[in-house]
């Protein structure tokens, strides 16, 4: 009977562990779900943590870390009024320049001036009370006006309502600091400039991100280069990209095919595309004829269906819509020490700076950062807890930082390296093990070496539980006598 | 100019690995052009046609560079293929007889010391063989062989040659644009694959 027991242990443990590959796989995937699990509460909880520090100050005013638009002013209960103050703190005044906060409440449009805090409606003022008759006003009582910086929410921006002549300034509110300057994109596109060479386009959502991604810490292994150029063609651009890129995942594309598989297959990754791009396509060009185009849509598309982030680097892919890419016309030498300068530093805001120059500055849009979206206000009033200091952001982790926060073990993984590695090992040796003893019974026609296998198998297994147990054991003798 | 203007990235790689003074001057002479002038492509649509004579110039400068640099990658390409053949047959007559040294000393018991020493030398003999085939083929990885090198090289001058005469009746006679653009792509293609071929032969330039 107790034979017959080994027995059955032996066999139901070799079935187990024969299996040794896909249980190592399936361990792998449950530590993984439980990584991205935890890593997103953690996340959040770290995300809201810094908001709710650095939301108020001693006098409850908002500080830094919320894009400025109604719908946050009204989550945190600030007024337009105290908005607009912090704003006009952050922004010097210029000598005949008058400064003027816009924001949007109950759908209308409103600004406040401040040589003049009072909040005027222009969609529901008399066509005679605009801010050009505050503006004529205040020349005709002898005050000199010069032109109108404006410090606009994010969410004013692409209002109807808003226009302004090209005297004026344009600047996007920022309660981190001192208001973005506004920038055209393209024909359609507008970005706030956070710093010279890193632009992000204008959105509540992107600036959200943005101010979240900034911070987080940047690893070179969370990144994929690809190069879709000829390598008979352009052999001084491939070397200038492949020593950039040294210690980093890169390799250079040769048909359009490959180009949408491998950004489909590098789910959770940074992908970072070099090519030369004509027409919303890029082409590679060989010495004499064309080799391929492939189009950015549909890069786009396999990008956003596996949750990857997607950067390209060509002339003008800022442009286009829902595009992370550079400003103006760039060349691919100069991209190669760009990415390498990118590569080497440690924040997110430290890379994508690195990416563009004052002069071609690289525009960052809501999609490369994920769909993280900012919880408006009806829904924090809904949360339990919704207060000015409190746990207020429930949002989703955007996918650059979720996936960074995975691949870099930024925050807290589930299962430590050095364990999950040695565990896989383990299951490696027992595998091979079983699997010899399983050779050697049926060679020897015994179960003996799978019986001998498992009971060895068992007391390693074991040992661990033992030497606690009698560590245990041997404590609380020791401290019996003082009881 | 309707369509892309034509690349000419191949022609300014060679002029600043071998003439870089007059390819300083020319970006002194067209200061507004050094996007063309510098090293590596624009990623993006080039359509201009004030450049027209920056084309013209950088490719007649890249062909005769072009044509200068046939001579030392053809005795560089010589050296290595007789170097090679020569090794080879050291090597295999060095083999030959060390082997039968080595059999020699096997069957007649001969002294150790012998015996060791002669497989060694039957051994040396075996790397000249490996040594000779790395000669034998590209230093830089791509398609082709050493003997398409040599092929690329011979033809170099001829087309180089032919383009130039071109591209110089073509700036006479105030051709046709396209017919001017169509020449300057020859160049590039022409600089192209000398520089394919010259990687061949001495491996990628360390900079």
Redesign the interface.
């Known amino acids: 009977m107790r034979v017959n027991k080994r027995l059955v242990v032996s066999l139901g443990t070799l079935v187990l562990f024969a299996c040794g590959t896909n249980v190592n796989a399936q361990i792998g995937l449950i530590d993984d779900l439980a990584k991205i699990s935890k890593a997103a509460k953690v996340s959040k909880l770290s995300r809201a943590g810094r908001l709710a520090a650095s939301v108020t100050d001693g006098a409850g005013r908002m500080l830094g870390r919320v894009p400025a638009s109604e719908a946050t002013r009204k989550a945190f209960r600030i007024t337009l009024a105290v908005a607009a103050g912090d704003s006009f703190a952050a922004l010097p005044a210029a000598a005949g320049r008058l400064r003027v906060y816009l924001g949007l409440e109950s759908a209308g449009l409103k600004f406040i001036a401040d040589k003049n805090p009072g909040i005027w409606d222009l969609s529901r003022m008399p066509e005679t009370r605009t801010l050009d008759d505050y503006v004529n006003a205040l020349r005709a009582s002898g005050q000199q006006v010069d032109g109108i910086d404006y410090i606009v929410e994010a969410d004013v921006v692409n209002h109807p309502s808003f226009r302004f002549n090209t005297t004026d300034t344009i600047s996007v509110a920022n309660y981190a600091g001192t208001p973005w300057p506004l920038r055209r994109v393209g024909a359609q596109k507008y970005a706030a400039e956070v710093t010279p060479s890193l632009w992000v386009n204008v959105s509540e959502r992107a600036i959200e991100d943005l101010k979240h991604v900034l911070d987080l810490a940047f690893d070179r292994r969370d990144m994929r280069v690809a190069t879709l150029l000829d390598p008979d063609a352009d052999v001084e651009s491939l070397d200038a990209l492949r020593k950039a890129t040294a210690g980093t995942s890169y390799e250079n594309i040769e048909s359009a095919a490959k180009a949408v598989s491998f950004v489909a297959s590098r789910r959770g990754r940074i992908v970072t595309l070099v090519g030369h791009v004509e027409d919303q396509q890029f082409v590679a060009h060989g010495l004499l004829k064309e080799k391929f185009r492939v189009s950015i849509p549909a890069l786009l598309e396999a990008a956003d269906a596996n949750d990857v982030s997607l950067i390209l680097l060509g002339c003008d892919t800022a442009g286009m819509l829902s595009v992370a890419g550079v400003s103006g016309r760039v060349n691919s030498v100069a991209v190669a020490s760009q990415l390498k300068a990118a590569l080497n530093t440690t924040s997110y805001g430290e890379f994508l700076s690195a990416l563009g120059t004052p002069d071609l500055p690289f525009v960052v849009s809501e999609d490369v950062m994920g769909q993280a979206r900012l919880v408006v206000a009806a829904r924090m009033r809904r949360e339990a807890a919704a207060d000015r200091a409190g746990v207020l952001s429930a949002s989703v982790s955007p996918k650059l930082a979720q996936s960074q926060v995975q691949n870099a073990q930024q925050l807290v993984r589930s299962v430590p390296g050095w364990l999950d590695e040695t565990l896989r090992f383990a299951i490696g040796v027992i595998t091979l093990s079983f699997v010899g003893a399983l050779i050697s019974s049926v060679f020897k026609r015994s179960l003996s070496p799978l019986k001998t296998t498992s009971l060895v198998i068992g007391l390693i297994l074991a040992l661990p539980f033992r030497l606690l147990v009698g560590r245990r054991r041997g404590s609380n003798t020791a401290h019996a006598p003082g009881e | 100019m309707g369509q892309?203007a034509p690349?000419i990235?191949?022609l300014v790689?060679l002029l600043n690995t071998y003439q870089q003074p007059r390819l300083e001057e020319l970006r002194q002479k067209y200061p507004g052009q050094h996007?063309l002038l510098?090293?590596?492509?624009?990623?993006?649509?080039t359509h201009s046609k004030a450049l027209h004579q920056v084309y013209v110039e950088v490719a007649l400068e890249g062909l005769r560079t072009a044509k200068s640099r046939v001579e030392p990658n053809i005795r560089r390409l010589l050296q290595r293929l007789q170097s090679a053949k020569r090794l080879r047959l050291v090597g295999q007559v060095v083999a030959a007889v060390t082997s039968v040294g080595v059999i020699g000393a096997i069957l007649g018991k001969w002294d150790s010391t012998v015996a060791v020493t002669t497989a060694v030398v039957n051994f040396g003999a075996v790397l000249c063989a490996l040594v000779a085939g790395h000669l034998e083929t590209p230093l830089h990885g791509?398609?082709g062989s050493l003997i398409d090198s040599f092929e690329t090289l011979a033809s170099t001058t001829a087309e180089a040659e032919e383009v130039i005469q071109e591209l110089v009746l073509l700036g006479r006679g105030g051709a046709d644009e396209s017919r001017v653009m169509e020449q300057v792509?020859?160049a590039?293609?022409i600089a192209?694959?000398l520089?394919?071929a010259e990687?061949m032969l001495w491996g990628?330039p360390q900079s």
């Open positions: 892309n690349r990235n191949a790689d996007d510098n090293p590596g492509i624009a990623l993006g649509e791509g398609k792509r020859r590039n293609a192209g694959k520089r394919i990687r990628v």
